[in-house]
């Protein structure tokens, strides 16, 4: 069995879903109480999802030959070129990799682009998008980060089947975040939605959008008694169509 230490590398494995099934759970227990290890299994599970997408895709023949006709000029950079400025200093990978990869893909749409034209215009603006979510995903990290090193920060935590939910939150900062570890799974047309509990009204609060993740949620805290936790349609809901499947006040 790994110890904690050792849980914070298990990230991409368990995106992956390469651990045996007792080192499995235990992660999903750490995945519970660390926001940056679940922030870092959703970006392994974007770059998993685009690399299945694109080993999905057949290549057009006339791709191919336009690729090897295109050989003989292009020439390969020598030590210390551009791409060098993407080398860790310090051999850790883990978090880097997670963060960097739109980058790597952005710089490589940037080189097929003077060879091959309106595909690599394609591949520029999905780099640019997956550029985007990355940033947004880091300053949630941040946010989370503020949230949990905050002097007020507390805790409550519920369950739903054999799932785990916390929510954490700041008087001080008056904001409030999610962490979600395996709860039960739901069919494609259905999500778990967040709400503020104002007084017994309901506030949308964010939709979460996997089993095991984070969320920081939306809307300031504003006097709320706690949060609430309910299965709505995709997309979500206004108001909630069902009852909670959990309750967390802030006492």
């Not at 494995?13 to 940056?36: I, K």
Request: proline letters at 8%.
């Amino acid at each position: 069995m790994s110890t904690a230490a050792d849980l914070h590398t298990l990230t991409g494995a368990y995106a992956a879903h390469a651990l045996p099934e007792a080192e499995s759970l235990a992660f999903e227990r750490h995945l519970a109480q660390c926001p940056a290890c679940a922030l870092e299994v959703q970006e392994f599970r974007a770059a998993l999802a685009r690399l299945g997408s694109a080993e999905a895709t057949p290549v057009p023949p006339e791709l191919k030959l336009r690729v090897m006709a295109g050989i003989a000029l292009v020439r390969q950079l020598g030590p210390g070129g551009p791409l060098d400025e993407y080398e860790p200093a310090s051999g850790d990978r883990r978090g880097r990799l997670a963060r960097s990869w739109p980058k790597f893909a952005l710089a490589a749409s940037v080189a097929v682009a003077v060879g091959l034209g309106g595909v690599a215009v394609n591949e520029h603006r999905q780099a640019e998008r997956a550029d985007r979510q990355s940033a947004r995903l880091q300053q949630q990290a941040a946010a989370f980060s503020s949230l949990l090193t905050a002097p007020d920060a507390r805790t409550r935590t519920a369950t739903a089947g054999s799932g785990v939910g916390t929510v954490v939150w700041s008087e001080s900062l008056g904001q409030a975040g999610f962490l979600a570890s395996a709860l039960p799974d739901l069919p494609k047309d259905k999500v778990y939605e967040l709400w503020f509990n104002d007084s017994g009204t309901m506030r949308p609060a964010g939709l979460l959008p996997t089993t095991t993740g984070s969320l920081l949620l939306t809307g300031g805290i504003d006097g709320a008694a706690g949060v609430g936790v309910t299965v709505e349609p995709a997309g979500g809901s206004p108001a909630p169509t069902g009852a909670p499947v959990m309750l967390m006040p802030f006492v």
